[in-house]
Structure formats: C-alpha cells, structure tokens
C-alpha cells in the first residue's frame, strides 16, 4: 500500500504496524522521517471505518518528515491509498484538529464510524526546552471514490 497527498506533495509506502507491549501505538522508524504506516488493527484503507495512517512530521536530521505537511491541508483537498489490491481509495479532508497527548480522544479518532473514514496522525506541539511533542495533529477524511 501507498499514501498520495497531492496538494503537499506527499508521496510515502505504506509499512504495516500494529501496538506495543503497552498498548500504544507503534510508530514507523523515524530515519529520516518516512515512510507512513497503516495501524493494522484498523480498517484497510476504503472499508467501512476509520482507517489509521501514521508518520512524522520531522525527520532524524532535522528535516521534515513525511507528514509534515498535513497543518496545509484543507476540506476538499484529496488523499489517495493504493490498496494492496491495485485499486485506489480517494478520502476528501474534512477538518484537522490539535490535541494534547494527555488529552487524546480514542474514542473520536479510531471510533467506528457510518462509512468509509482515514485519519492521518502525527506530532506537533514541539516543546523545544524538552525536545518533546506534546500534541498531536489529527486529519479527518472521508472516502469519495
């Protein structure tokens, strides 16, 4: 599978990863900053839920990552995952939001939905005294074709 952001540029494999001992996500390996994954314990890309794709924002080398783009997208601009399948599920942006890790609403962002849903997430909310990410960034879409 592979992600396409066509209005940031993005372009990224998909990895496939699933939780850690305990029970976070596990994150794609941050050198230099992609590629993007699929949480596996979400919906595939296109079926009926909120599927889960995951990337950084800054790269090892201080770059940007492969998700640093996602604060740029707007309602309307497309997403678009090549399926393992060959086909290709195209998700319209409805709406970003920012969230304090402490604060983070499970239930909002991998919740079952109506239909066919992705959630793009990354950090944000860097505090440079800790180098640390507080927040995340969340984009919600919704699948058009």
Known sequence: MSVRIPSVGTESQLLSLGLRENGSLDVPPGDPGS???????????????PA???GHVNATDGGPGVFA????????DT????????TTAVFAVDRGEQ???DAFPTLAV????EG????LIT??????ATGEFDDNYVVYAKLVV
Do not use: F, H, I, Q
Request: glycine share 18%; with cysteine.
């Open 35 to 49: 590629p993007a994954a699929w949480y596996n314990g979400s919906p595939t890309p296109g079926e009926r839920g």
């Open 52 to 54: 889960v794709l995951l």
């Open 69 to 76: 783009g996602l604060r740029a997208l707007a309602p309307g």
């Open 79 to 86: 997403v678009e995952v090549l399926r393992e399948d060959g």
């Open 99 to 101: 969230y304090g890790k």
């Open 110 to 113: 991998y919740g079952n939905t």
């Open 116 to 119: 066919s849903e992705l959630r």
């Open 123 to 128: 950090c944000d909310g860097y505090d440079p």
